[in-house]
């Protein structure tokens, strides 16, 4: 029998106030919202939005694919009610990274610029797309890497979850194999801290609390300019865990 264990952390970084990250880690469902907005906004579209998708956990889908995107679907009407009850909150967002596993099977669903990330064999592997303008550039070729990394409109996103009409999430089905690691983060830790060090403490360190941990203070460590959320899984053979774990903005008050 393949399943998850799993670890979440969050904190609010060096520089903002509040925590508009929202994170939740169950044993079918993973899943990192980073919301944006103002005032309160941010932390209630992240909040709603892993809320929303959590349903997700207790469900055994036949189709993986088409079950995470209605979550995706479902995490958006909830913003659009929102907005309707309170208008406040127009002009809310958040982004939506999730995967809904089934044994050896996963669909990844993801909008917006956080980003999920495989270490298989030692090798670390980002399975996300960022919906950037920054990296649109770099896939025109007007911009590099590094220079995307400098850009003063390196967070304008092309693509969130606002309560709009048809969002339009990239989704696929993967096939995992024991012994692969997952994370799942806000741009406040993949903006700051490389790859290869992602990679380092991914590779290195076994503990999966221990893991999060490690990675925050690593962000903090570069300046903590945004919130920073992490979902660290490894996929393995017989028990994984058993109690789902929320942080962030979507821990009750």
């Not at 029998?1 to 880690?25: H, K, P």
């Not at 993967?174 to 991914?202: F, H, K, T």
Request: proline share 4%; charged share 25%.
């Amino acid at each position: 029998m393949i399943t998850l264990r799993y670890a979440a952390g969050s904190d609010v970084g060096r520089v903002r106030q509040g925590n508009e990250d929202a994170a939740y880690a169950g044993a079918r469902l993973l899943a990192v919202a980073d919301g944006m907005g103002g005032h309160v906004g941010g932390e209630v579209a992240s909040a709603a939005a892993i809320t929303a998708v959590a349903a997700l956990d207790r469900e055994q889908p036949d189709d993986l694919v088409a079950t995470a995107e209605a979550g995706v679907r479902q995490a958006n009407q909830r913003l659009r009610e929102l907005v309707e009850e309170d208008p406040s909150l127009t002009g809310m967002g958040t982004t939506l990274t999730l995967m809904l596993w089934d044994g050896p099977r996963v669909a990844l669903a993801h909008i917006g610029d956080s980003r999920a990330y495989l270490l298989r064999d030692g090798d670390l592997y980002q399975i996300t797309y960022d919906h950037t303008l920054v990296q649109t550039l770099m896939d025109d070729g007007r911009i590099t890497a590094e220079e995307a990394a400098r850009h003063p409109h390196r967070s304008i996103l092309l693509q969130v979850l606002d309560g709009g009409d048809n969002p339009d999430p990239d989704l696929s089905l993967r096939d995992a194999e024991v012994g692969d690691r997952y994370l799942l983060c806000s741009d406040g830790l993949s903006g700051v801290v490389e790859a290869e060090r992602l990679r380092q403490v991914l590779a290195e360190v076994d503990d999966l609390d221990e893991v999060t941990r490690r990675l925050i203070e690593l962000a903090c460590e570069a300046g903590g300019p945004d919130n920073i959320t992490c979902v660290v899984a490894d996929v393995v053979e017989g028990p994984g865990s058993d109690t789902p774990v929320t942080v962030g903005a979507a821990v009750p008050s």
